[in-house]
């Protein structure tokens, strides 16, 4: 008896598949509106970054596109030296997994593995514009799962968070 729930709990779990398929650039963009001017002036920005992410199902074999957004905006004073906007994606393939344990890998796994992505072409805009190097802080998709959700929860609302969206770091 002991075995027999044994092996079915081993195929249940061999039934549980999530797999990268891709990672591709959604949408790209950097704006220097202070060029050349902002050469001529000391380098201290005040510097804000911004992630959302959102998931979609592609179709109804389990594929899911996850998209991860950055928008790190650099300001001098009031005045804005750069901003950019990266939407890393990919598609990742999911089977025997449904509901909030979905939801969840979807918002906190899937972005932990496009933010790397993110992140470098971030970094690769930033100098190609001829400002010093941005390496953006790791980020804790899980902890900003739970916030999202425990605040949602506080809020009254009566479904799970499918991702952060719109935090501040």
């Not at 990742?92 to 906190?108: H, N």
């Amino acid at each position: 008896m002991a075995e027999e729930g044994t092996a079915a709990g081993q195929e249940a779990q061999a039934q549980q598949q999530f797999v990268t398929q891709r990672v591709y650039t959604k949408d790209i963009s950097f704006e220097s509106p202070m060029t050349p001017n902002v050469f001529r002036q000391e380098w201290k920005p005040a510097v804000n970054v911004d992630l959302n992410t959102k998931s979609s199902r592609v179709d109804e074999e389990g594929n899911h596109e996850v998209v991860l957004t950055l928008t790190i905006t650099a300001k001098l004073e009031e005045q804005t030296a750069f901003l950019v906007e990266v939407q890393q994606a990919g598609i990742f393939y999911v089977a025997g997994i449904e509901g909030d344990a979905l939801r969840q890998l979807l918002s906190t796994v899937a972005p932990t593995i496009l933010f790397p992505y993110a992140r470098e072409a971030v970094d690769n805009l930033v100098v190609k514009g001829g400002f010093p190097a941005l390496m953006i802080a790791p980020v804790n998709f899980d902890a900003l799962f739970r916030q999202a959700v425990a605040q949602q929860a506080a809020e009254g609302g009566d479904q799970v968070v499918a991702a952060p969206e719109g935090s501040t770091h």
